[in-house]
């Protein structure tokens, strides 16, 4: 973010995340009427192409898209002269024509100095890749990295031209991070580094930055937090965007998880650290994914020697036409509800896992398919209420056997 009392008669242009403009402490921005937006589209367009200006067509195509005009040259100059006018209105110069026009391409005046973050990102992308110094290399890098405060015109990029320059910026500034990782891990600088990967999560989700944050959890011999990290990480992607993580975030996480090495410790200490924070657990054992997998695997060796039957259920609220909701308001409320239900309906010694929206998965051990029956229908009497017409949708395996194994008939009751 700019620092607005830096300096005055400067516009400052805020093109990362959402568009703003700022003139001498002067917020200057459209809100949701059509002339409004208008304004925006063309103060876009105008100040992140100040060197090479921008076409009589692209603008009429920006501000009018598909729209059918009498005479669409005249509308376009309606709205740069009403631009103008509001310009004016928020302070700045009234005795400079703040908008041009030399052979069918528009321009912003150069008199009026502008700011814009998307340029000060670009050159200080510049400088730190022409710079041979490693260390202020690395200060470019980082500055670079805190310029980028959300995508390219996040609210706008159904523009094609908008769209490309995201990708652009979203490009240089994975490489910025990329680059500044690795002088980090060069030097030895890991707070720093966990610093970078938290920020890089952040702003960019959804991209394997965690693992940035972990390899530097790691170095620093913080094993609990990188632990926490990684289990918070494939959880996150399970459970709120109901996506599994890429192979190459399992891959590294894993290989870092690998790394991690405990201090020497006595049993005892080792053991008070094993058990379940809080007092008395009420129903089963809610954990995250990474968690419900070792315990799933380690469930399944038990059974090669003492023949127990496990099974795996798989629990997904579906709506009034019997369909898995996979989005809607509602959804998170019957994805909490429909937890409570299970955790509350299972046996003290049974596993359960919030797999992903609107889905449960649950790990019954000792146990037999009339049995997995009784729990659903334990679960659908918690989870639904009076008329309700939302359901839940029932499939069984046996752990024994894996995929493909005999599933009980489903269970949509109302």
Known sequence: MFD??????????QMFGTFSLTYNGVHI?????SGESQFTY???LLLHNREKGVSRNLLEQTLFEDRELDNVHHAMRSVIYNAKKRLKQSGLPDDVNLIEQKSGVYFWNRDVKVIEDASEFDRVYAEAEAETEPERKLVLYLDAVHRYTGEFLGNHATFVWAAQEARRYRAKFCACVENAAELLRESQSFLQMEELGLYAARINPLSDWETVTMEALVSMGR??????????TVDLYFREQGLRPSDHLMELLDRLGSQIDHQYALLDDIQEKLEEPGGQIVGGYLCTYPVFQGVYRMVKRLMERGGQSVYLMLCTVVDTKGNPMKEGPMLETLTQRLGDAIQHSVRHSDTVNRYG??????????????NCKIVQKRINQKFIIGRQRTGVQYYVNSVICGPGAERPPKLKER
Do not use: F, P, S
């Open 4 to 13: 607005l009392a830096d300096k005055k008669d400067v516009l400052y242009v």
């Open 357 to 370: 929206k609107g889905q449960y998965i649950v790990l019954l051990v000792n146990t037999t398919l009339e």
């Open 42 to 44: 063309l103060m876009e």
């Open 223 to 232: 094993y609990d937090d990188a632990r926490k990290l990684y289990e918070e």
């Open 29 to 33: 921005t459209g809100g949701g009427k």
